[in-house]
Structures are given as C-alpha cells and as structure tokens.
C-alpha cells in the first residue's frame, strides 16, 4: 500500500503564490505517473497537472503558464509550484500516483484564494 501525505495548502491572496508538495510512502514500487487533482464546492475533481517518471509534464488549459509541476524521484515526492493564483483556483488539492499494483490518493490539502 502507498501512502501519499500534502502539505502546503492555506489562504494566500489572488496574484499570491503556494507551493504544495506530497511525499510517498509504504510499499512503493516504480511510482509512475504522479500527479494533482482539485475539486471545488459543488464541481466534480478535475486534473491539475501530472508528470511521469521520465518528467514529461501535462497541465489543464486553466493552469498553463502559472502552475509548475516537478518530482523528486529520489524522494517520492511530487510538488505543484502555484503561481499568479487566482479566486477560482479554490478547492480541495488532491495528489495522485500509480505504480503497477494500483492507483493512490492523498487526503486533500485546501486551498483558498481570496482577499
């Protein structure tokens, strides 16, 4: 089993920036693609960004040029820099990741934009 632990969650103002960041943990083997999700009041989860193992990267239109996914093989561990944030970048961060035995989800760390 994997477990994935966010941190860095909090209130920052519209234009602030955050850096979230989630480290796996357990029985990982060959962690694949990881990844961030979010999900607002009343919408369903959507994709924020992900990067595979090899580092390519993939984002939601929404997010392109203000958000920075990376990873720290070494460390299991996957970041999401948030910059330029904006009031409707509020909503629940999960972190995601795979390996070949299953699919994992961190708690949720909450994000909120606003003055």
């Known amino acids: 089993q994997v477990k994935l632990v966010e941190s860095g969650g909090g209130l920052v103002q519209p234009g602030g920036s955050l850096r979230l960041s989630c480290a796996a943990s357990g029985s990982i083997f060959r962690l694949n693609t990881m990844g961030w999700y979010r999900q607002a009041p009343g919408k369903e989860r959507e994709l924020v960004a992900t990067i595979s193992s090899a580092g390519y990267t993939n984002y939601a239109d929404s997010v392109k040029g203000r958000f920075t996914i990376s990873r720290d093989n070494a460390k299991n561990t996957v970041y999401l820099q948030m910059n330029s944030l904006k009031p409707e970048d509020t909503a629940v961060y999960y972190c995601?990741?795979?390996?070949?035995?299953?699919?994992?989800w961190g708690q949720g760390t909450q994000v909120t934009v606003s003055s």
């Open positions: 995601n990741a795979n390996n070949y035995y299953g699919d994992y």
